[in-house]
């Protein structure tokens, strides 16, 4: 369905990454590997420094010790600008679309770096795959629901047709059934479609589903890793949501 | 004419030139959150640099003003570069930012005295025929100042509204994050913005020394008032809210002369500006940004 | 000879005007962290009104050729008094402009418009002052009496002057180094924070600016009884920004810096330039000035920002100075804080300090005594909080919708929910910090929806915040010492009667404070500025800074943030102690296992919405809680 909407995915890899601010480490030692046709998701209680993680591969938090590479190409610590010239699409999870702007110039933001003949043709994949913006073309996007604001945001992010989707709980203060919806028809079909997405989400048992590997992060570090299979039946999984009750 | 018509028509005159400089002057905020209150002393420099060229090199002063546009231009972009933006690097509270605006502006006003002495100047310039529009009239000088703001003002709405420039200047506004996430080089958008903004700071101030007649180094010192008081009436770093700041502040400015005392001119510019501070600050019709 | 004793003479005058006037000022900006870009009309309105209070009726004196309001012949002092009067007065208008809500900078362009308007005002408006021409033949104290132009009489003029200066100096180190004085800084450093500590933001803001117009209004007066005329030109805006330049210079919230700068900037500058020998070009010379002064500006706040007299740390702690770093006086201190004692905030690698900090001292004692809380605890179990449907949106999004909860009392309640679930921003309506879109709050009976934050702190509705909010130059025992409240220095009336006044208590509010710190093992960094503290160590003091300011209900806003799993459970066990010595407390935390520890109930709200309350066993049998935290 959106063979044409990104393009084949690159592989993104941290090796013993970490990071955070001050010089002072929010998330210690981890590896990630996300590769094309998957999704590949970070899960944890809140605090656990996902969101930390995931600026610190886009350029947004610099990056203590450890190496970010897209494609083959190091990226630790370049800029965000220069990360997107190389095919990665950051979506944060808050202030995620320019709220002044209307719905269409959000999109054209979207595809700053694409050639100008270009834009209208991606325009037009991207409403392809969001139907619901071609009604609000002209709405600022400050006053979208909330649902309709993050397609807005993943479309922006699709203007370029990126090779990697970074997305930061992408279904935060969404109604559950957008958020399923979000999770199991867009996302994983992201990944369907060839591209790599790697996917925080707080929503983890959703995460699970749409996902071929999941990261439990607690307390700055990955605390379980694997196939989804595996961990929803791991007791330690829950625990590091719910706590172990007695145990401290 | 009526007492009326002719001051409406002076305030569209003071309202030309003020949303000039208004437009400049809030898309600095806009992109770097900059009370820049040097821009006064920009306009005052760049309208001398336009006198230079037009007394002593003997350039038409239509032909000159490019030279004051290009003076605004440079000097803007140089100071937003090598004294705003290092002093926002470390962090330091707004106020202290308004603080080294003023040391700015200082240096701008007087360090133009020092060199051009407190002796008053005019363009050699004619003001041309006279016009009867609508009941009021208007030299030619005149109906050129208005009808450069029109033009000024259609070219930032296209700039903003239609290029890739202008959205980009918008989206580091709004979000300097998330436009970086979609590849816009921010840095070099500020600095463009600044080019641009200190050329309008540099046409304001030429156009506002012709419209005067005759000037002197310290002429803008107070035109800040006004422009602080348009662009709080209009909502800061709005360009729109600018220039319909600007338009109501230099209209009543001219009918507070006409009705109430020229003497206190300034003064209901003052009244606007303490009313929005204390009651509105983000403009008549803004809101305050969340994050 | 005598030229130059004359011109000695006056430039001792001009240098105690100078010197008066930046003390002020810097009372104002150093202190009290309120950039007052007007400051040059409350000198100004002093220097008229001790004019035309000295000066006879404008229609009989020297002819009638100048106009002005009063004319009333007074002798001396009385213009002088008038004239530091009308400076207090005229700051009243101005508290609406500095009140809480203004961003720092818009309120200084705001003052500084103000400044300008009055200039112009003043200048147009005839029959107020005379207009732009301004008043002269101003006469001057006692000329009837004793020749003004003799140079006994400038002498004594110029001792006045300096005894006013010197009197000054210390009526203001008076105020600073009072408890006021310390409210003042911590407002400086974080209002929002003082305003929740209990602290009446709007009238210190007033009242320093009271202070201040008052000592600009008598400096005023000085300095036109000497030059006998005062015009508008004197007073224009950048008048302001030379002294704003003299305390940079100097050095913000440091008097003696104040005074230094006042010698350097505007008393130097002046003087200097007089020596130049005129030029061709009669504006160079002045023109050059304000160049210096510009460039002066801009070189202090990058080169060296706190100016040549940096603002001092006070020592308080009463082992005297040189506690400040190791030298524990305890027996009991705990070991491992030699470890760190020298360096602060970051160990090295790996090692995070904060999983050493040893709050062991606090077993051993009482909070009831060191709270100075009611013998007998009050009875758990009443409803001590309760609210109604409290709803929040920001610009049309709503956050927080229809939250009813009930808290009781001497109960650790937890506020838990996913990210976004509207937990802080519902801590924070029930401090005050936000106000609520609709619904209600009650606590002990009474509806406090619309009380301000100040007062229910005042109430015993005491809160934390999330963010580190140390007032950062402010030592750590200065820190907890401000919260205490109901000081009888902690006000401008209290600080002006001395030391002798609220002295013994402020010695005993250090004691307990001391007390608190040896409690949580961090006395030895009781006069280490808060900022330079460890992530943990900052919360620390947040939380001694709260408990001290006598909460009845402790509102903790993720008080184990960013904080090492080891002290987050030594934290928790403390709270629990303190539940038991009768105070309750609501805290938002997103780490679970806490939650499970120490807390009961737990209310669990997502999405702005209250989903569930009971114990943490209970609620983690509950679908919804499941749901709402591993959605699926």
Redesign the interface.
């Known amino acids: 369905m959106s063979a044409e909407l990104s393009t084949a995915g690159q592989v993104l890899t941290a090796h013993q990454v970490s990071a955070g601010y001050d010089g002072r480490a929010i998330v210690q030692g981890i590896d990630v590997e996300a590769t094309p046709g998957r999704v590949v998701s970070i899960v944890g209680p809140n605090g656990s420094g996902k969101s930390t993680l995931l600026k610190s591969l886009?350029g947004?938090v610099p990056v203590l010790a450890g190496r970010v590479s897209v494609g083959g190409v190091d990226i630790t610590n370049e800029?965000?600008?220069r990360?997107?010239?190389l095919g990665v699409g950051?979506v944060?999870q808050?202030?995620?679309?320019?709220?002044?702007?209307t719905v269409k110039?959000n999109l054209?933001?979207?595809g700053?770096?694409l050639a100008?003949q270009r834009v209208p043709e991606r325009m037009a994949a991207v409403l392809e795959f969001f139907p619901r913006l071609k009604s609000m073309m002209s709405r600022k996007a400050g006053k979208l629901s909330g649902g309709e604001r993050k397609m807005l945001a993943m479309g922006?992010v699709l203007m370029?047709a990126p090779s990697v989707l970074v997305l930061d709980e992408p279904t935060a203060n969404l109604a559950p059934l957008v958020a399923t919806q979000l999770l199991e028809e867009y996302i994983r079909g992201f990944a369907d479609a060839g591209s790599t997405v790697l996917l925080v989400e707080q929503r983890a048992k959703a995460a699970l589903r749409i996902s071929d590997h999941t990261l439990v992060l607690g307390g700055g570090r990955v605390v379980l890793s694997g196939a989804p299979a595996q961990l929803a039946d791991n007791p330690v999984f829950v625990e590091s949501f719910l706590g172990g009750g007695t145990r401290h | 004419m009526s007492v009326f018509l002719s001051s409406l028509g002076f305030g569209i005159i003071s309202a030309a030139v003020l949303a000039i400089a208004t437009v400049g002057f809030t898309m600095q905020f806009a992109v770097t959150n900059v009370?820049n209150?040097a821009y006064g002393s920009v306009m005052i420099n760049s309208a001398f640099v336009t006198y230079y060229l037009n007394a002593h090199l003997g350039l038409n002063a239509w032909v000159a003003l490019l030279g004051g546009v290009a003076t605004g231009s440079v000097a803007s972009y140089l100071l937003n570069r090598f004294?705003y933006t290092?002093?926002q690097r470390r962090h330091?509270?707004?106020?202290?930012?308004?603080?080294?605006a003023?040391?700015?502006?200082?240096?701008?006003?007087?360090?133009l005295?020092?060199i051009v002495?407190?002796s008053y100047f005019s363009y050699r310039q004619s003001l041309g025929r006279e016009w009867h529009v609508l009941g009021m009239y208007y030299s030619t000088l005149q109906l050129t100042i208005i009808a450069i703001a029109l033009g000024v003002m259609l070219a930032v709405a296209w700039l903003l509204k239609y290029t890739?420039l202008g959205?980009?200047m918008?989206?580091t506004s709004?979000?300097p994050?998330?436009?970086?996430?979609?590849?816009?080089?921010?840095d070099r958008v500020i600095s463009t913005t600044w080019l641009i903004s200190g050329a309008l700071a540099g046409l304001a101030g030429t156009v506002f020394a012709m419209n005067t007649g005759v000037f002197e180094?310290t002429s803008a010192q107070?035109y800040i008032?006004l422009l602080?008081a348009a662009m709080f009436l209009g909502g800061p770093g709005e360009p729109y809210g600018a220039m319909l700041g600007a338009a109501i502040i230099g209209v009543a400015t001219e009918l507070s002369a006409a009705f109430i005392?020229p003497?206190?001119k300034?003064?209901i510019a003052?009244?606007i500006?303490?009313g929005m501070?204390?009651f509105r600050?983000f403009g008549l019709f803004g809101?305050?940004r969340?994050? | 000879m005598s030229a130059i004793l004359f011109y000695l003479a006056t430039i001792i005058v001009y240098g105690a005007v100078d010197a008066m006037a930046c003390l002020a000022l810097n009372v104002e900006f150093g202190f009290a962290g309120l950039?007052n870009f007007g400051f040059i009309i409350f000198q100004a309105v002093g220097a008229y009104v001790a004019a035309t209070l000295s000066m006879g009726p404008w229609r009989t004196s020297n002819g009638g050729f100048q106009e002005y309001v009063f004319g009333w012949h007074l002798p001396w002092p009385f213009p002088w008094i008038g004239a530091a009067l009308a400076g207090g007065l005229l700051a009243l208008p101005f508290v609406?402009?500095v009140g809480k809500r203004?961003?720092?900078?818009?309120?200084?362009?705001?003052l500084l418009?103000?400044a300008?308007?009055l200039n112009?005002?003043v200048n147009?408006f005839v029959p107020l002052f005379n207009g732009a021409a301004g008043v002269s033949i101003v006469p001057a104290p006692f000329q009837g009496i004793w020749n003004p132009q003799g140079l006994g009489y400038q002498f004594a003029y110029g001792a006045v002057a300096v005894v006013l200066c010197v009197a000054t100096y210390f009526l203001l180190r008076r105020v600073t180094e009072s408890p006021y004085g310390r409210s003042l800084r911590a407002m400086r450093d974080n209002d929002v924070v003082a305003d929740s500590l209990g602290k009446n933001i709007r009238l210190q803001r007033t009242s320093i600016m009271v202070l201040g117009g008052a000592i600009a209004g008598l400096s005023g007066a000085i300095l036109v009884g000497f030059i006998n005329l005062w015009a508008p030109g004197a007073w224009g805006y950048?008048e302001t920004?030379v002294l704003?330049?003299a305390i940079?210079v100097g050095g913000a919230g440091n008097h003696k810096g104040a005074v230094l700068g006042a010698i350097l900037v505007p008393l130097g500058f002046e003087e200097v330039t007089r020596f130049i020998p005129p030029l061709s070009?009669?504006?160079?010379v002045?023109?050059?000035?304000?160049?210096a002064?510009?460039?002066?500006?801009?070189l202090f706040?990058?080169f060296r920002?706190d100016g040549i007299l940096p603002e001092r740390r006070r020592i308080l702690s009463m082992s005297g100075p040189g506690s400040g770093s190791g030298s524990g006086s305890s027996a009991a201190e705990p070991a491992p804080d030699a470890v760190f004692g020298g360096a602060l905030g970051r160990a090295s690698d790996g090692a995070d300090p904060d999983a050493l900090i040893n709050l062991g001292n606090l077993d051993s004692m009482d909070f009831r005594e060191l709270l100075r809380l009611d013998p007998a605890p009050p009875d758990a179990g009443p409803v001590i909080m309760r609210t109604e449907g409290l709803t929040r949106a920001?610009?049309g999004v709503t956050v927080v919708e229809d939250v009813s909860i009930e808290i009781h009392r001497g109960r650790l309640t937890g506020l838990i929910g996913p990210n976004g679930a509207g937990k802080s921003t519902t801590l924070a309506m029930l401090a005050g910090t936000l106000a609520p879109t609709a619904g209600r709050i009650f606590y002990e009976g009474r509806d406090i929806t619309s009380m301000p934050s100040n007062r229910r702190a005042g109430a015993g509705l005491v809160r934390t915040f999330q963010l580190a909010s140390e007032f950062k130059k402010l030592t750590v025992l200065e820190n907890l010492v401000s919260a205490i409240p109901d000081q009888s220095g902690d006000s401008l009336t209290g600080a002006l009667r001395g030391r002798r006044y609220w002295g013994a208590e402020d010695r005993a509010n250090i004691e307990r404070a001391t007390e608190m710190l040896h409690g949580f093992g961090l006395r030895q960094y009781a006069d280490t500025y808060a900022g330079a503290l460890s992530g943990g160590q900052r919360r620390l003091v947040e939380i001694m800074r709260a408990l001290l300011a006598r909460p009845t209900l402790l509102l903790l806003d993720e008080p184990m943030a960013g904080v090492h799993p080891n002290l987050a459970h030594k934290i928790g066990d403390q709270l629990t102690r303190l539940v038991e010595a009768g105070m309750t407390i609501v805290m938002v935390e997103h780490e679970l296992s806490i939650m499970d520890a120490f807390c009961d109930p737990v209310i669990v709200l997502a999405e702005g919405r209250v989903l569930a309350e009971g114990t943490m066993a209970e609620l983690r049998a509950k679908p919804e809680v499941v749901e709402a935290y591993l959605v699926g």
């Open positions: 886009v947004v800029p965000p600008e990360v997107a010239t950051y944060p808050v202030d995620d679309v320019f709220t002044p702007l110039e054209e933001i979207g700053y770096l100008r922006r370029l | 009370l209150l004294v290092p002093f330091l509270a707004p106020i202290t930012i308004v603080i080294v003023l040391g700015v502006d200082l240096c701008g006003t007087f360090g005295q020092a002495g407190g890739r959205k980009a918008r989206a709004a979000n994050n998330l436009a970086r996430n979609s590849g816009v080089r921010t180094a107070l008032v602080l005392n003497q206190y300034m003064v003052f009244v500006l303490l501070l204390m600050p809101s305050e969340t994050a | 950039s609406f402009l203004l961003r720092g900078d818009f309120a200084a362009v705001g418009v103000s300008v308007l112009q005002l147009n950048a920004i704003f330049a940079i070009n009669p504006s160079l002045p023109a050059l000035e304000w160049v002064i510009g460039l002066l500006i801009i706040l990058w920002p920001f610009n």
